[in-house]
Every structure is written in structure tokens, then in C-alpha cells.
T-cell receptor, first 112, second 115 residues
Framework: QKEVEQNSGPLSVPEGAIASLNCTYS??????FFWYRQYSGKSPELIMS????GDKEDGRFTAQLNKASQYVSLLIRDSQPSDSATYLC????????????FGAGTQVVVTP | DAMVIQNPRYQVTQFGKPVTLSCSQT?????MYWYQQKSSQAPKLLFH???????NEADTPDNFQSRRPNTSFCFLDIRSPGLGDAAMYLC??????????????FGPGTRLTVL
């Protein structure tokens, strides 16, 4: 059973601070990794994709991938109240077509 | 703007009354997906199309069917909705399934209520 695990939270972060979210996955051959943001009652929105070990930065977001340790993380710098949402980690394996395995999500609450 | 559109946004149906949800995309993506998401759970893949090739997940109930008449449109048919089928139904698209082509973009979803 391929699994993607995230801490469900809620992760409470003061406004302006860094939010750090972690995701671990069990399928060692996974090749593609994604972070989605999902506001309550809305659909997931892609915020980051990462395919190679190391860091990838996009604005206030940084994704970090370590395939040897089988984890991917997301940092949100200068957290804003609008960042309050559930963040879903998705992992795409190296099977026949690469089905996404989603984690259950981490709820982030940014407090003013 | 290129996008994924779902209609209706909210659907109320009666127990056992067939319902059809639609998805269209202007991204010209090859792959279209249908997911079911219940409250506080991860999206669950029901099936996907790569072009006209249909791929059903092993645990998708027979009550759920799909059609993709052309590149732009995909439909989800629920033949006899049960109370357990109440959920958000998400359509997503991607250019392909290999690395760097497999980013999935979601539509706004259809919230299904079964009375």
C-alpha cells in the first residue's frame, strides 16, 4: 500500500512567521511531488511541483525534496492570514501511468 | 484564460435519481480525471481518460460511469446515487502522465447533495 503521510494539524503560525509543512511517502520510486492549497469548500490549487532533490523557490513558497529520506516539505515565508488553508501533498509514482497519491492534508492557521 | 470548468457547482438530487456532472477544459490537455472528495479526506481518484483511453480504478463502484465525447469535455454519471455518494466531485486535467507533464489542474468542483 503506497502511502503519503502528513501531520493533520492544525499548524498555528503567527502572521509574518515561517510555516513548515512536512510530507513523507512510502513508494521509493516516486518521481514527482506536488503541493496543493485547498481553502475550505474549494478545490485544490497547485502551488508547487518539484521533481529533483533540493530546493525550489516560488515567491514566498519553497519546496524541499529529499528522495533518499523520502520526504518533501513546504516552507511558507512571511505567512499571511490568506495562507490559512489545508495543504495537500501529492506524490506521483513510477508505475504504469503515475497515479497521484494524496496525503490527507495539513491545516494551517495563520493568526494575526 | 485557460481553465477547467465544472457544471453545475452545486447539485441536489434524490436518492436513486441519476445525475450527470460535467467538466470542460480550455487547456487542451490530454488527460482528464474525476476525483471524489469527502470532508477532511484526500481526493479519491475514480477514473481518468488519456485521450479516449478510459482507465477505471479498481475500487470505483459500478454506479459511477464516465464519458469523454471529445478532448474538451468529460462527464461523470452517477446512475443511482446513494447517501454515501454525497461529496465534492473534482475534475482535473494534465498535459500527460510523465514527469514534467503531469501537473494536475483542478476545476472548482461540484458539491453533490443526496436527499
Amino acid at each position: 500500500q503506497k502511502e503519503v503521510e502528513q501531520n493533520s494539524g492544525p499548524l498555528s503560525v503567527p502572521e509574518g512567521a515561517i510555516a513548515s509543512l512536512n510530507c513523507t511517502y512510502s513508494d521509493r520510486v516516486s518521481q514527482s511531488f506536488f503541493w496543493y492549497r485547498q481553502y475550505s469548500g474549494k478545490s485544490p490549487e497547485l502551488i508547487m511541483s518539484i521533481y529533483s532533490n533540493g530546493d525550489k523557490e516560488d515567491g514566498r513558497f519553497t519546496a524541499q525534496l529529499n528522495k533518499a529520506s523520502q520526504y518533501v516539505s513546504l516552507l511558507i515565508r512571511d505567512s499571511q492570514p490568506s495562507d490559512s488553508a489545508t495543504y495537500l501533498c501529492a506524490v506521483n509514482g513510477d508505475d504504469s501511468w503515475g497515479k497521484f497519491q494524496f496525503g490527507a492534508g495539513t491545516q494551517v492557521v495563520v493568526t494575526p | 484564460d485557460a481553465m477547467v470548468i465544472q457544471n453545475p457547482r452545486y447539485q441536489v438530487t434524490q436518492f436513486g435519481k441519476p445525475v450527470t456532472l460535467s467538466c470542460s477544459q480550455t487547456l487542451n490537455h490530454n488527460v482528464m480525471y474525476w476525483y471524489q472528495q469527502k470532508s477532511s479526506q484526500a481526493p479519491k481518484l475514480l477514473f481518468h481518460y488519456y485521450d479516449k483511453d478510459f482507465n477505471n480504478e479498481a475500487d470505483t463502484p459500478d454506479n459511477f460511469q464516465s464519458r469523454r465525447p471529445n478532448t474538451s469535455f468529460c462527464f461523470l454519471d452517477i446512475r443511482s446515487p446513494g447517501l454515501g455518494d454525497a461529496a465534492m466531485y473534482l475534475c482535473a486535467t494534465s498535459r500527460g502522465t510523465g514527469s514534467s507533464y503531469n501537473e494536475q489542474f483542478f476545476g472548482p468542483g461540484t458539491r453533490l447533495t443526496v436527499l
